[in-house]
């Protein structure tokens, strides 16, 4: 049976599609933290793709990327410091009401509807153990110590 391009499906673009944590339309993010405590046999598996992938990509000019731990926020529920950080800024107009604008001065229409992208604290732990420092992360098996160490 030949298979003609149109037919054939790539599986990470599909994946990607449905909404996952970590991912965005042009980015996938995985915290340090997770990826390091993942079980051995994922990190092995993990480390050859990441490997592969830098070996095919590495002669382009990468640039060094921020990522900024961030939630999804109607411009109303923001104070003045978080509208600044996105760009938009809020006054009183003369008959009192809130106005609602970006940088460029231009008026957003229905700001109880619009949403934006703001930076908030890492929820994902820093540490390799979770808020309770007794269990390991859901998912993933228990790490057992032996006795005497």
Do not use: C, K, M
């Given at each position: 049976m030949t298979m003609y391009p149109e037919q054939m499906r790539s599986p990470l673009p599909d994946y990607l599609r449905a909404p996952h944590?970590?991912?965005?339309?042009?980015?996938?993010?995985?915290?340090k933290s997770l990826v390091e405590t993942m079980?051995?046999?994922w990190q092995n598996a993990l480390h050859q793709v990441l490997q592969?992938?830098?070996?095919?990509?590495?002669?382009?000019?990468?640039?060094?990327?921020?990522?900024?731990?961030?939630?999804r926020e109607r411009l109303v529920n923001l104070d003045e410091e978080q509208l600044a950080e996105v760009g938009y800024l809020v006054e009183i107009d003369v008959d009192g009401e809130l106005v609602y604008r970006e940088r460029s001065g231009r008026r957003i229409?229905?700001?109880e509807e619009t949403e934006v992208l703001v930076s908030v604290m890492d929820p994902i732990p820093g540490d390799y153990r979770n808020a309770t420092q007794d269990t390991p992360p859901r998912g993933f098996p228990a790490q057992q110590v032996a006795p005497w160490s």
């Open positions: 944590p970590g991912t965005s339309d042009q980015y996938v993010v995985l915290p079980p051995l046999p592969e992938f830098h070996q095919a990509y590495a002669h382009l000019n990468w640039p060094e990327y921020r990522v900024v731990p961030s939630r229409e229905n700001p």
